[in-house]
């Protein structure tokens, strides 16, 4: 099953734009968007499959800290984690949308390819 999860940090630092750039970047492979843009929390709404809400919530999980790593952030402590399944996502017309309830100041891989954040 698919499950979008949401995973925000907190660090001591703002972060700058390019800096929530480089985790869009890094959680691209995950179908994943970033936020944080002018805050010192940051994060990401991944893709994952799995079979559980707490399979998907430690698949994120791991996949986040790889990207926070790959982008070079600060590690922060994980200070909210949100998983909604594909069948739990309370859309009447049946058609599953992971970005319908997406944070200002995440950007999309897509959207920084166009130079833009949402």
């Known amino acids: 099953m698919r499950w979008s ?11 700058t734009r390019e800096q929530v ?3 869009a970047d890094a959680v691209a492979v995950s179908s994943g968007i970033a936020t944080g843009i002018g805050a010192n929390r940051y994060g990401a ?3 994952v499959q799995a079979g559980s809400r707490d399979e998907a919530i430690e698949a994120a999980t791991a996949e986040f800290a790889r990207a926070v790593a ?5 590690v922060g402590p994980i200070v909210r984690v949100e998983a909604v399944s594909e069948d739990e996502d309370g859309d009447p017309d ?3 949308d992971p970005d319908q309830d997406r944070e200002r100041g995440s950007v999309s ?4 390819d166009a130079g833009t954040s949402g």
């Open 94 to 96: 049946g058609e599953w």
């Open 109 to 112: 891989s897509s959207e920084r």
């Open 21 to 23: 750039v480089d985790l």
């Open 70 to 74: 790959k982008a070079g952030l600060p």
């Open 45 to 47: 709404q991944l893709l």
């Open 5 to 15: 999860v949401g995973i925000e940090a907190e660090g001591d630092q703002v972060l």
